[in-house]
């Protein structure tokens, strides 16, 4: 139990770090094409909130699996 409890951290905290990565360099490449995103219907950030809903039921499903194994590691 304890060695699938830290695989699920390194889950969560992978997902937070891909998804932060990912809206980081999105918003930078925003920034310095304009002209590629004003082409779009819509707005620059809608796969990024495709992606945050994602990643959030990734870390929700995770904590909640760490929330079933945390008794039986005491």
Same mark, same amino acid.
């Given at each position: 139990?304890?060695? =699938?409890?830290?695989? =699920?951290?390194?889950?969560?905290?992978?997902?937070?770090?891909?998804?932060?990565?990912?809206?980081?360099? =999105?918003?930078?490449?925003?920034?310095?094409?304009?002209?590629?995103?004003?082409?779009? /219907?819509?707005?620059?950030?809608?796969?990024?909130?495709?992606?945050?809903?994602?990643?959030?039921?990734?870390?929700?499903? /995770?904590?909640?699996?760490?929330?079933?194994?945390?008794?039986?590691?005491?």
């Amino acid at each position: 139990m304890k060695r =699938l409890n830290q695989i =699920l951290n390194i889950v969560i905290g992978a997902t937070l770090g891909v998804f932060a990565g990912d809206a980081l360099f =999105l918003y930078w490449d925003w920034r310095t094409h304009p002209e590629l995103y004003a082409m779009n /219907s819509a707005p620059w950030y809608t796969g990024l909130v495709v992606y945050g809903f994602v990643a959030a039921a990734a870390i929700l499903v /995770s904590l909640i699996v760490k929330a079933i194994i945390r008794p039986k590691l005491k």
